[in-house]
């Protein structure tokens, strides 16, 4: 697994953005990054993050991304389950931001897009 690592991943077929960082050994350090790229206030963060986390963030006007809502995943185990748990809250959140009523009839898609999210942030962990 990356040490230290952030990428910033489009979610296909949506214009969201999930930013992705990995493995971050020092929590001030991820804590300091994020309050500048989001404008959140560092001594919230170091109280609110946890190690293995999906938030919807929307960032202040006063940051490197302003007035973006964007999805974050803050991976630190590099075990697949954890990361199929973790992409569950993602689908997740965007269901709640668009909305979108998940029945059987919606499958299909919901597989896709949990197996591209599957292989594509393992390309960024591994």
């Known amino acids: 697994m990356k040490k230290n690592h952030f990428e910033s991943l489009r979610l296909i077929p949506t214009q969201f953005k999930l930013d992705v960082w990995i493995n971050w050994d020092k929590k001030e350090s991820l804590c300091k990054k994020m309050s500048s790229r989001y404008g959140i206030g560092y001594d919230f963060l170091m109280g609110d993050i ?43 959140h965007i269901a709640k931001i668009c909305g979108l009523g998940i029945d059987y009839d919606s499958q299909e898609w919901i597989a896709y897009f949990k197996e591209y999210l599957f292989e594509e942030i393992k390309k960024i962990r591994d």
Do not use: G, Y
């Open 50 to 92: 946890s190690q293995n986390e999906v938030s919807t963030v929307t960032t202040s006007d006063d940051c490197e991304l302003p007035n973006k809502q964007l999805i974050l995943l803050i991976l630190h185990d590099d075990n697949d389950a954890v990361l199929v748990h973790e992409i569950e809250h993602i689908f997740q």
